[in-house]
T-cell receptor
C-alpha cells in the first residue's frame, strides 16, 4: 500500500525556536496533503489542507503565520512551527490523498512527529 | 517489517452487529487505536487498547489480543450514520503510529 513518511519522528526544542516537519509520499504523488494535531487519546484535529503549488487552507483558529505550510512538490509538504512555545508541544500527523478514478479518494496517514518544546 | 491489515470494505444492515478485524505487526507495542472517519472529515477517536481484553463504550467495543497481534472493533445496533471508514493504528516502541488503510463500512437499510 501507499506509504507516507514524516521526519523527524521526534524533536525537542527550546521555546522561541522554529521547527520544520517534513511529510513525504514515498511511492505516489499526492496533490493534497493534510496536517493534523493530536492530543493524547483524542481525535485528530485538522490544522490545514495543503495543495501542491498553492497556498494552504487553514482551519478556523489555526494561526497561519505560526504554522507555515509549504507544498512545493507532489511528494513533499512541510510544516514549520515558528517561535514554538510549550503549548505547541503535541503529536503532529500528516496525511496524503490519492484520487482514485471512480472511487472515493483514499487518505494515507504518516507515523507522526512528536514535538516537545521546553 | 511493520504492517497493519484490515478489510478494505464491509457491508452490514441497519440494526445489526458488525465486527471489523485488524491484525498488526510492529516493532514493540504501545497500544492500538481505532478511529472513525466520515468522508471529508478528520478522524474521530473511538478507542485505545493497550491491555488484553474487551473495552466497551456504548454501542462500540474494542478488543485486543497482544499475543496474537489482533484487535477488533465491534459495532452494535448499527445506524445509518455509522457508515464511514474505520482506521486501525498501532503505536510502536518509538510511539510512532502505524496506520491501516481503513475499512469502509457501508450500512444498508
Amino acid at each position: 500500500g501507499a506509504v507516507v513518511s514524516q521526519h523527524p519522528s521526534r524533536v525537542i526544542c527550546k521555546s522561541g525556536t522554529s521547527v520544520k516537519i517534513e511529510c513525504r509520499s514515498l511511492d505516489f504523488q499526492a496533490t493534497t496533503m493534510f496536517w493534523y494535531r493530536q492530543f493524547p487519546k483524542q481525535s485528530l484535529m485538522l490544522m490545514a489542507t495543503s495543495n501542491e503549488g498553492s497556498k494552504a487552507t487553514y482551519e478556523q483558529g489555526v494561526e497561519k503565520d505560526k504554522f507555515l505550510i509549504n507544498h512545493a512538490s507532489l511528494t513533499l509538504s512541510t510544516l514549520t512551527v515558528t517561535s514554538a512555545h510549550p503549548e505547541d508541544s503535541s503529536f503532529y500527523i500528516c496525511s496524503a490523498k490519492i484520487p482514485h478514478r471512480g472511487r472515493t479518494e483514499t487518505q494515507y496517514f504518516g507515523p507522526g512527529t512528536r514535538l516537545l518544546v521546553l | 517489517g511493520q504492517n497493519i491489515d484490515q478489510p478494505t470494505e464491509m457491508t452490514a444492515t441497519e440494526g445489526a452487529i458488525v465486527q471489523i478485524n485488524c491484525t498488526y505487526q510492529t516493532s514493540g507495542f504501545n497500544g492500538l487505536f481505532w478511529y472513525q472517519q466520515h468522508a471529508g472529515e478528520a478522524p474521530t477517536f473511538l478507542s485505545y487498547n493497550v491491555l488484553d481484553g474487551l473495552e466497551e463504550k456504548g454501542r462500540f467495543s474494542s478488543f485486543l489480543s497482544r499475543s496474537k497481534g489482533y484487535s477488533y472493533l465491534l459495532l452494535k445496533e448499527l445506524q445509518m450514520k455509522d457508515s464511514a471508514s474505520y482506521l486501525c493504528a498501532s503505536m510502536d516502541s518509538n510511539y510512532q503510529l502505524i496506520w491501516g488503510a481503513g475499512t469502509k463500512l457501508i450500512i444498508k437499510p
